[in-house]
């Protein structure tokens, strides 16, 4: 371990939290371990941190952030210029523990730490210009009022944000919540996924290393079926920044009276109309429904084909899928391992229940070894199968064929989710009209869904989301409105 990193590491090879400035070990004398998804062996531990040690980071954050958000806005944006440029600086190491913690291929795990120094430079310069600006609003725009009243309207810190990333992106969705919230002027507990823990931990390291001041930001480790709850209903949480499943709704319907931002599930439908490019709708579909293994909010999880170029756009598909490469991220293969057996079990337990209901394999057989899934095209998905509406997260993608774009539009509309969707069409006439009738947060005409650029506002509908992210979006997010009134002792404009 080289000596930037050094400080993260306990002697007894544990990775160590992070609290009042200092990485320490825990009280606990617990670990978690995290399981490599290519081995299935035990690539890291880190600590199970206690409910005392939590409330420390609470009671040190509500301090921390007091003072913080005294500090100038330009200070803080200094503070977030150093930390993207150590990231960039320590990459490499925080991409070796994402291709061992969730098994990403090597260039996808150096593109997401470079990605999210970039988030963090951007986040910085956006928020000294949008944190910079208020509103002064007169009176004597409603009626009955004189011009006597200036109301100032300011955005002021919320106070201590939890963020709670996923384990797919662990250090992209972490940057993604902390950056805005600190240069909001919040403190931020974090707490990592548990696949993903390690790359988070270095990722702190780079904050560390910045100087950022001591409390602002904490990590607590352990599983989030033992402290999640604990976490997310601590009464000093004054925000809950979290992207992940269905245990985003559970989370929300147990939260206080916080704002919740929440990046949830997502079953995004790819419309291909009569008239499409089929060509790049095959080569979207490729890219979109099984980059890293589709493990994507925002993968394609199901292509409604309109029947009559359905039988085209299938065998250009399968010709593609034929190219995949399949194996270990180390090699950087198209098709890794899946995060855990039970999410491999998961994507079994649909695949079968498709094939039992009479969908067609397109591409050979069901192949698994361990977490690793052969990618796999379905033809002629129907409405009672369970992959017509659940997210399989791997490299399963089904096809259902449609009689005409309605019906497409009108499944899509079905879902309990709405993150996101797309068309390809030539005519772009079409395309507003059907991304209109769609009830997801973003349409994409021509390309396949996708988060990002990362300044673009990103939302899901329904069980896909709370709120708007989006650099400017987030760090709306991130503060209340606060209104000073000036109230005159008489109307303003009656001199001269
Ligand atoms: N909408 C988006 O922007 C977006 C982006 C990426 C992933 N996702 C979704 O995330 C899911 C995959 O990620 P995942 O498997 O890590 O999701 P998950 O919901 O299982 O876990 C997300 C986070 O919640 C934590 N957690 C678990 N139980 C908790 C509890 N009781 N209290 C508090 N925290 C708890 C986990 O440790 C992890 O950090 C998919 O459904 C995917 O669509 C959404």
């Given amino acids: 371990m080289c000596d930037f990193y050094a400080p993260i590491l306990a002697s007894n090879g544990v990775y160590k939290y992070y609290i009042d400035g200092e990485w320490k070990e825990s009280a606990s004398g617990k670990s978690v371990a995290i399981s ?40 803080r944006a200094e ?40 988030l963090i430079d951007y986040t ?43 384990f797919n992106y662990p250090v992209n969705l972490a940057v993604s919540k902390l950056a805005p919230a600190l240069m909001a002027g919040n403190a931020v507990v974090l707490k990592p996924p548990t696949q993903g823990a390690v790359a988070g931990i270095h990722m702190v390291q780079c904050f560390h290393a ?21 976490l997310t209903t601590h009464p000093d949480v004054n925000c809950i920044s979290f992207t992940g499943g269905d245990t985003g709704i559970a989370i929300a319907k147990k939260a206080g009276m916080v704002p919740l931002q929440m990046e949830l599930g997502g079953k995004d439908v790819c419309i291909v109309c009569e008239d499409a490019d089929l060509d790049l709708a095959a080569k979207h579909i490729i890219k979109g429904g099984f980059s890293y293994s589709g493990q994507r909010c925002t993968a394609v999880k199901l292509v409604l084909v309109h029947a009559a170029v359905a039988d085209r756009l299938v065998a250009a598909v399968a010709a593609g899928v034929a190219k995949l490469s399949v194996g270990r991220p ?48 379905l033809d002629n998905v129907t409405a009672d199968m369970r992959l017509a509406w659940e997210e399989p ?32 069409t030539r005519d772009i006439n079409a395309a507003i009209r059907i991304s209109d ?60």
């Fill in 124 to 166: 910085a310069e956006e928020a000294v210009r949008y944190l910079g600006e208020g509103q002064l609003l007169n009176s004597d725009s409603f009626p009955g009022n004189a011009r006597n009243k200036l109301c100032l309207v300011s955005k002021v810190p919320l106070g201590v944000v939890l963020a709670i990333p996923p």
């Fill in 210 to 230: 910045a100087g950022l001041p001591a409390g602002l930001l904490s990590v607590a480790t352990g599983r989030g079926a033992e402290i999640g709850d604990f």
């Fill in 79 to 118: 503070v977030l210029h150093k930390v993207a440029s150590l990231m960039r600086e320590n990459a490499q190491p925080i991409a070796d523990c994402l291709v061992k913690e969730v098994a990403k291929p090597t260039k996808d795990s150096l593109t997401e730490v470079i990605r999210s120094a970039d």
């Fill in 36 to 75: 490599n998804p290519s081995t299935r062996e035990t690539a890291y531990q880190v600590q199970a941190c206690t409910q005392d040690e939590v409330n420390k980071m609470f009671a040190s954050a509500k301090v921390a952030q007091k003072a913080w958000a005294r500090t100038p806005l330009y200070k």
């Fill in 330 to 377: 180390e090699d950087d293969a198209d098709i890794t391992p899946v995060v855990s057996d039970s999410s491999a079990n998961f994507i079994e337990g649909l695949a079968m229940d498709a094939k039992a209901k009479g969908a067609k394999f397109v591409n050979g057989e069901w192949r698994r070894e361990g977490n690793l899934i052969w990618p796999l095209l």
């Fill in 393 to 424: 997260f791997g490299p399963v993608l089904p096809v259902m064929r449609v009689g005409s774009v309605d019906e497409a539009v009108a499944h899509c509309n079905k879902s309990k989710y709405g993150l996101q969707g797309c068309v390809f």
């Fill in 437 to 496: 009738a769609m009830e997801t947060g973003t349409v994409q005409v021509n390309s396949a869904p996708a988060r990002g650029p990362d300044h673009f506002p990103f939302q899901g509908f329904r069980d896909s989301g709370i709120g708007s992210q989006g650099i400017r979006n987030s760090l709306a997010m991130m503060v209340k409105t606060k209104s000073t009134v000036i109230n005159l002792d008489k109307e303003s404009y009656t001199m001269g």
